[in-house]
């Protein structure tokens, strides 16, 4: 069961560099912007259809009632590994399927705001990535699950955490994949498409997780929700001091 939590955990790590190449139109072979021609119709079916089947993956096998069922099939020590290999796929099938709508939007010339542009897309993924070490990497990628197995120990419990990102924002790893998508030097159709609809899916996402989260954790979620911002950190309010020093 460790090497099958460790492969689905590496082949997560290959897909999802990849990702970050495929969007940013950076480095890899073939981006967003690349691949076989279709036309405009059956592009966006295409890859309407390629999202939505991304979006199904990730939100149903997440939720506790498919994990309830799941593990009658699949061992609780690789339910997440197993989980973390699908989304792999779907992500990877996206990817490979993915039908280019090149045309730009926009296209910033100015040098130095590209690379601007472009510092400021990687870092909404370094924010995916450090909100996952913020909560538990491994945890999430179901690397500890197998481990724990390994070692013979009981299923960790689940806990509620509020590390410093997560007292900005209720969600900051998706923030980050909103800002790695929406902030480009240079949008296509294709990636304007790619952006609006994983927007909406990250809202509808959050729903279905807060859902669970109240589900497992009851009113310390529910008063988080209340002191926290969902995406968009709140404006520090000024203290009395400085608000009554202004002109
Ligand atoms: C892909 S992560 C995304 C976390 C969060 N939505 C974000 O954008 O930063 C999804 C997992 O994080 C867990 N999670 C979300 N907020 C959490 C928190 N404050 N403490 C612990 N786990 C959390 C959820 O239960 C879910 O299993």
Known sequence: MTGYGMLAYGAFVVVFLYAIGWVEGLVVPRTIDEGPAAPTAVAVLVDLALLSIFAVQHSVMARPWFKRRWTRLVPPPIERATYVLCATAALALVMWQWRPLPQQVWD???????????????????????????????????????????????????????PRLYRIVRHPLYAGFLIAFWVAPTMSVGGLMFAAVTTVYVLVAVQFEEHDLIGTFGD???IYRTQVPMLVPRRRRMSPVRELSRP
């Open 220 to 222: 310390r979620y529910r």
């Open 108 to 162: 910033v010339e100015t040098p130095w705001l590209r690379v601007v542009l472009y510092v400021v897309s990687l870092g909404g993924f370094a924010l995916v990535l450090t909100s996952t070490f913020a909560i538990d990497h491994f945890d999430l990628f179901g690397v500890r699950q197998v481990i724990r197995n390994q070692l013979g120990m009981p299923a960790a419990t689940v806990e509620f955490l509020t």
